[in-house]
């Protein structure tokens, strides 16, 4: 610290660019700090620092460093005690999450120790560094909030623990829904609605979730006991009601089921398949080389369907897309909303196929394919639908929010279904297969710009800059974080490894892809990556202007 302090009251009044010589390691007396990066000049991104803290100084429960997903919880957890132990420090800042507890970069459990990952805003006055400032900011501010976060005297090691505990049953919630047949679960007394679109925090007063007798089942947790709640089973499951109920409410809770939430949140009881996805509309999006016949086929001029790429997809093809594009990675279990979907995708009626024959619309709408999805693929749909009846024929369990709350109404659907027979027939041309393989040239995964200079940059969770590419992001509802995206532009390259991805295969491919380089990103210095799941980083890819991709697999000689 006697040298880091030296250095600093050496530059102080001397041009930005003398701050260039912090980088390396000093010596503080219960933990390293490294300079990994040092910004340019005070306008750049902030520079890059760590600390570790060795073991013996940290000492943590046994059970809070490892094994998963305890010690994912942990570093979350230490991660936001940092961002509050530096709140009264601007310049200071680190990659804490929010509602969300998630695999991040920002805190990391290694050999050595604890090591925290953050940014500081190097001080100056104009582009004058201002020494004795950093100095203080660097060597007394920075221990404290260090001391303040680490040391277990000064650590809340009960609170570090209710957040352990929590995300750990949430794992085994979920871990429990496969071997019950569900997909989702949703807790009595969770708290569903958001402040607000832009406020992920619970609604204040908003009234808890309560499960139908009919639906309700117990399930196991190592913390909690056995917990209680609505089982949404495999099959299709349509969630009705009128407008306002509180139907779309519902499947975002499920959505977002996917990922672990803090204590508090209201659905740190809310589970979903891991590997579930959202379906939706996104006009405008890329298509590459995707067998859309299942869905669209018979185009204007017959174009085929059977390798479709387009560069402005409309709203049904870009939701015909992204269905087949979930096929492709894997996933089991589908999330569809009206709000979000395209009519022509989602219905056709009696009276539509009376006056537009088959053989004049190309679309095979989503009705006529969903229980062909359960029976011959075994994937599961939870579909909110207040606008139409013609999917209580095909239903395994109905749900009516009413109120907010859930009823099971599946036989009072079955019974209206047969006493007013649908007038409208099943069109579906061919019977349902899964998508036929295509694969990936991987050379074109490549994020250099005109210069040649590599640019992985996102805007939010907006957009990812991939090279010259643009990625809007904005209909992956999923992807939570900014981090995730950043990590999934840093992952995506690691693809040049291999000739060519055989699409089908890709899960298997990908996950080992998420393992390994995902291990060698955790080396970089960077505190703000957040580990993705699988589907986000197929749906970037998918949605990567510049891929290219070819029908069949890579032994295939004929393009
Ligand atoms: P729907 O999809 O049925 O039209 P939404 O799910 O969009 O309805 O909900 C309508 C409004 O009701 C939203 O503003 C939402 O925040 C609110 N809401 C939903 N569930 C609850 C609840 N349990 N308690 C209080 N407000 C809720
Ligand atoms: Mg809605």
């Known amino acids: 610290m006697k040298r880091l302090q030296s250095i600093l009251l050496s530059i102080d009044g001397k041009g930005y660019k003398a701050y260039r010589q912090l980088t390396g390691d000093y010596a503080f007396d219960d933990f390293q700090l490294r300079v990994d990066h040092v910004q340019g000049d005070p306008f750049a991104s902030p520079s890059r620092l760590r600390v570790i803290m060795p073991w013996e100084q940290a000492i943590l429960p046994d059970d809070a460093r ?14 936001r005690v940092f961002r509050e132990a530096a709140s009264d420090t601007p310049e200071i800042r680190i990659d804490a999450g ?14 050595a120790g604890i090591e925290i990952r953050f940014t500081v805003s190097l001080p100056a006055n104009g582009r004058t560094i201002l020494g004795k400032t950093a100095r203080d900011l660097l060597c007394r501010t920075l221990p404290r909030i260090v001391r303040r976060t680490l040391l277990p005297d000064q650590r809340d090691d009960d609170a570090m623990r209710r957040h352990a505990d929590v995300v750990e049953d949430q794992a085994a919630l979920r871990q429990a829904l496969d071997a019950r047949g569900l997909v989702a679960f949703v807790a009595d007394d969770a708290v569903l609605p958001r402040r607000s679109g832009v406020d992920d925090r619970p609604l204040e007063s908003a009234v808890p979730f309560r499960a139908p007798d009919s639906l309700r089942v117990e399930l196991p947790t190592p913390n909690a006991g056995p917990v209680t709640g609505l089982g949404i089973p495999r099959g299709i499951t349509l969630v009705v009601g009128g407008g306002f109920h509180g139907k779309s409410t519902l499947l975002s809770a499920v959505q977002f089921g996917v990922y672990d939430h803090i204590p508090g949140d209201g659905r740190h009881q809310v589970v979903a398949d891991p590997e579930a996805v959202k379906l939706r509309a996104e006009d405008g999006r890329a298509v590459h080389t995707l067998d859309l016949s299942p869905f669209i086929n018979a185009l204007p001029y017959d174009k085929s369907t059977k390798a479709f790429s387009t560069e402005l997809a409309s709203g049904s093809t870009s939701q015909a897309a992204a269905l087949q594009e979930a096929l492709e990675t894997g996933s089991r279990t589908l999330l569809v909303d009206e ?213 069949g697999n890579p032994d295939d000689s004929t393009p």
């Open 66 to 79: 490892e094994p998963q997903p305890r010690s994912i919880a942990v570093r979350d957890w230490l991660g």
């Open 98 to 111: 929010r509602q969300t507890v998630l695999d991040r970069t920002a805190v990391l459990f290694t050999h």
């Open 339 to 551: 709000d979000t979907s395209a009519t022509n995708f989602m219905i056709r009626d009696a009276r539509m196929q009376a006056l537009v024959a088959k053989d004049e619309e190309p679309i095979t709408p989503f009705v006529d394919r969903i229980a062909e999805l359960r029976d011959r693929l075994g994937v599961s749909t939870v579909l909110v639908m207040g606008g139409s009846g013609d999917y209580f024929g095909a239903a395994d369990t109905v749900i009516q929010m009413h109120d907010y709350q859930p009823r099971d109404v599946t036989a009072e659907a079955r019974q209206i279904a047969a006493a007013n027979p649908s007038e409208r027939r099943i069109e579906a041309p061919e019977p349902l297969q899964a998508p036929l393989p295509r694969c990936l040239d991987v050379r074109s995964v490549e994020p250099s710009g005109k210069r040649g200079k590599r640019r992985v940059k996102v805007r939010g969770t907006d957009a990812l800059e991939f090279g010259d590419d643009v990625v809007d992001l904005r209909a992956l509802e999923q992807l939570v974080d900014a981090s995730q995206a950043r990590a999934i532009g840093l992952l995506l390259p690691a693809a040049g490894t291999a000739d060519a991805i055989w699409l089908e295969d890709a899960p298997r491919w990908f996950r080992s892809w998420l393992t390994q380089p995902w291990d060698a990103l955790t080396r970089r210095p960077d505190g703000d990556l957040v580990r993705p799941r699988l589907a986000e980083l197929m749906a970037v890819l998918n949605r990567l202007r510049s891929a290219r991709f070819r029908p």
